[in-house]
């Protein structure tokens, strides 16, 4: 009788902690910095796929990371090498065209031959949650396009077969892994505790 009083107890406890954990924890607005997945087709030989992610200050629309691993593209029989453009290989510009317009954010310099990324972001509407990454783009007479330029200037720009897409990454917030944690090592003591009796 006394186990399955203090098996009782404990588990009265237990819950008792856990909510008085959940009501004293606060709430905590919505991080602004959100991981957003890039994806698209290039226009060489392969249909190249264009994939990466780019980190978001989602109330102020600034770019804050980005990590793109262009694979190797062909241009009929002539190879050219691909480039890995994260903040520790590649140089950032970003213009920032004003409202109803567009944001060219260029990534420059990465390695093995100074390989070069352009990407046309329509400007952000606050917060930002996702979007169209766009082919090409004329603005005052003058053409920008999203793009990939392996080394030497004298080698192919390979632009986008259409639009690409911009959207959040799925990723658990860490309450999720929390709650998930508890959950589990509450089935385990409660496994061991009638495990006893």
Do not use: K
């Given at each position: 009788?006394?186990?399955r009083f203090q098996c009782s ?18 709430v905590r607005p919505a991080q ?160 061991r505790r009638t495990s006893h009796?």
């Amino acid at each position: 009788m006394t186990g399955r009083f203090q098996c009782s107890a404990l588990r009265s406890l237990s819950i008792f902690g856990l909510a008085m954990f959940c009501w004293l924890t606060p709430v905590r607005p919505a991080q602004a910095d959100t991981i957003f997945d890039v994806s698209g087709t290039f226009d060489d030989t392969n249909s190249t796929p264009l994939a990466g992610t780019i980190t978001l200050n989602t109330v102020t629309g600034a770019i804050d990371g980005f990590d793109f691993d262009i694979p190797t593209m062909t241009n009929g029989s002539t190879i050219l090498a691909g480039a890995l453009f994260t903040p520790a290989t590649a140089t950032v510009s970003y213009d920032d065209f004003g409202p109803a317009a567009f944001v060219d954010f260029q990534l420059f310099g990465a390695p093995p031959e100074g390989e070069e990324l352009f990407l046309l972001i329509p400007t952000p509407t606050l917060p930002y949650t996702g979007g169209e990454l766009l082919q090409e783009v004329t603005y005052e007479g003058q053409d920008f396009h999203t793009g990939y330029q392996s080394g030497v200037q004298a080698n192919p720009f390979f632009e986008l077969t259409g639009n690409g897409t911009i959207a959040p990454a799925v990723t658990p917030e860490p309450s999720s892994y929390l709650f998930l944690g508890l959950g589990i090592a509450g089935i385990l003591l409660m496994r061991r505790r009638t495990s006893h009796d």
